[in-house]
């Protein structure tokens, strides 16, 4: 079994930053990527950006160069830290892992509010 947890969203002001975390655990024997996505309300979930087992990056638009993606692969964590908040970063972001012969798993999301 898999688990994903995240932590460090928050009401923020725009302008201002914050910084998730995410820890996998359990049955895991070999990483291809992590990553984060988000999901606003009445809105599909989208690619926020994901970090590959080499470390190669990939930015939503929307995101590049506010957001930084990294990761500790000894420890199994990545890494969001979001900086220039707009209102429109306000969402759900989940923690996607693809690992195990490339299979999917996701944390259960925290939530980010960007409002004055």
């Known amino acids: 079994q898999v688990q994903l947890v995240e932590s460090g969203g928050g009401l923020v002001q725009p302008g201002g930053s914050l910084r998730l975390s995410c820890a996998a655990s359990?049955?895991?024997?070999?990483?291809?990527?992590m990553g984060w996505y988000r999901q606003a309300p009445g809105k599909q979930r989208e690619l926020v950006a994901t970090i590959t087992n080499g470390g190669s990056t990939n930015y939503a638009d929307s995101v590049k160069g506010r957001f930084t993606i990294s990761r500790e692969n000894a420890k199994k964590q990545v890494y969001l830290q979001m900086n220039s908040l707009k209102p429109e970063d306000t969402a759900v972001y989940y923690c996607?892992?693809?690992?195990?012969?490339?299979?999917?798993?996701w944390g259960q999301g925290t939530q980010v509010t960007v409002s004055s």
């Open positions: 359990g049955s895991i024997f070999s990483i291809n990527a």
């Open positions: 996607n892992l693809i690992a195990n012969s490339w299979r999917q798993y």
